[in-house]
């Protein structure tokens, strides 16, 4: 029994695909550029992160006169981990903004 193709469907499917690929290379390179400052709680660091997740600089930004490693060290950590933080959600909000109109799969 021959099926019959539906060569308009298909033209649609790899267009759609290619929309995809080329949102994707998009969205790959807006997050390599976006980037995120993030400062420690006690205002010490500064953090500047891609939405990629490099750390592109470290700035000690406050005042270290005064402060032990130990303060300097949970200063840091705190700056770093909150710029991981800022970076998954600029990376997030990114491809909400990239991929909106396009439902996950399995989904009706």
Known sequence: MAREIDEGWIEEAVERYRR???LQAEFEKTVGAVEVTVRSPDGLI???VTAAGTIREVTVVGRLHGRSEAEVSRSIGAAV????DAAA???RKLHAETFGEYRPLGEV
Request: charged share 25%; no cysteine.
């Open 89 to 91: 959600w600029a990376r």
């Open 20 to 22: 995809i690929e080329s």
């Open 46 to 48: 500064e953090v500047v």
């Open 81 to 84: 981990a909150g710029a991981a």
